[in-house]
């Protein structure tokens, strides 16, 4: 049996829950979530009664820790509130959204499991990579605000230049080659692509001068798997650029917007609310 434990002046609230990847699974596992994005199980090939024997363990290193009590039988356990409800989100959230980013302040990568009242942050971290830490963002009103602050948007970004429609795949090739090519060569291959000189020129000076860049990936469970839509963008010396593209091998569209940090907020908001009448059928 399990059941959360309300503690007063409880010490891990508004800090980070850190967890072995074997912790998260355990913990995901007695709650009865096997769908944990972004973490491979670490069980993956053991025999059962090793399985048995590394839960033991990971029970043992909770106990330790504190997020873990005995009851009063050996087969009862009391989880912190704030461990369960961090576990419990980041185990049955139906949206979720993988971000990675990178500025000069910080590079980030992780997922976000929401609910319309909490968002938890999951990243890995630790000298191994084999830490989880689990943090509270808020709602989602507060994390979208939030997320655009982190990634070094702008807010005096133009965004009077039309969206420019190319191949995915031609602009993956010219992003990665954009550091080889001067301003003037990036510029030629996108107005080849596009036939919009002005806003060609405007993505190669970003393309040629980031401040920040990064990707986004919505993923929604429908009972059946994940279904998935991304973005990426690109934070130039005066534009932010929103970009959107198929995630489909058998597509090759790919849209780059001028946007402002309103917009970008919006769309987050769009993408991480639960649609009212979905909430109705629950």
Known sequence: MLIT????GNEVSGNPVALSTKELFFLAGILGSDRLLGVEDPFAGYL????????EKAKDSLLEK??????????ELTMLSEVFARVAIAGFAERACWIRYEHDEETFEGYLHVTN?????VA???????IYRLRELGNVEQTSISLVDRMKWRTDSLSDLPALLLSRRKFNELYKQ????DLEQLS????????????????AKSLKNKISEGELQLSIWNEEGWESQGAAFIVGPSMN?????????????LVATPATRRQLQDMLLLWLEEPPEREERG
Request: hydrophobic share 35%.
């Open 188 to 203: 030629n291959e996108l107005f080849k692509s596009t036939g919009d000189i002005e806003a060609s020129w405007a993505l």
């Open 124 to 130: 890995r971290g630790g000298e191994n990579g084999d």
């Open 117 to 121: 009242e909490k968002v938890i942050e």
């Open 178 to 181: 954009s550091g080889a090519m």
């Open 241 to 253: 650029w929103l970009i959107r593209m198929s995630l489909r091998d058998e597509e090759d569209w």
């Open 48 to 55: 059962a009664d090793e399985i048995a024997e590394e839960w």
């Open 5 to 8: 434990n309300e503690v007063s």
């Open 66 to 75: 504190g997020y873990l009590t005995c009851g009063s039988t050996d087969n």
